[in-house]
């Protein structure tokens, strides 16, 4: 059994900073993909950003370079940092794993290729 667990969230100014973390238990290979997820009220939930075992990583074309995803696999840790934070980022930020996404780089995005989920850290943004 995996469970997610993410931390880091908060309110800050726009042109602020976070760094996220999800913390992972259980089974190594369950999570050798994982990812960052976000969802804002009335919205679809957004693949932001997702990194494999081997450290391959992908970005939402839209973040414009304000978001790095980066992992430890001997902790079983994902982070998230971001920069330059704007009003449209507030929302729910979600960690999400898998053991194997096929087509990852074309793939990463959907929801549905993730298997366990994190409650969920809250990042507001204000003007």
């Known amino acids: 059994q995996v469970q997610l667990v993410e931390s880091g969230g908060g309110s800050v100014q726009a042109g602020g900073s976070l760094r996220l973390s999800c913390a992972a238990s259980?089974?190594?290979?369950?999570?050798?993909?994982m990812g960052w997820f976000r969802q804002a009220p009335g919205k679809e939930r957004e693949g932001v950003a997702a990194?494999?075992?081997?450290?391959?990583?992908n970005y939402t074309d839209s973040l414009n370079g304000r978001f790095t995803i980066s992992k430890d696999n001997a902790k079983n840790t994902l982070w998230l940092q971001v920069n330059n934070l704007k009003p449209e980022d507030t929302a729910m930020y979600y960690c999400?794993?898998?053991?194997?996404?096929?087509?990852?780089?074309?793939?990463?995005?959907?929801?549905?290729?993730?298997?366990?989920w994190g409650q969920g850290t809250q990042v507001t943004v204000s003007r």
């Open positions: 999400a794993a898998a053991p194997y996404i096929p087509s990852f780089d074309r793939t990463w995005r959907r929801p549905e290729m993730y298997a366990y």
């Open positions: 259980g089974n190594t290979y369950s999570t050798s993909y």
């Open positions: 990194i494999n075992r081997d450290g391959s990583s």
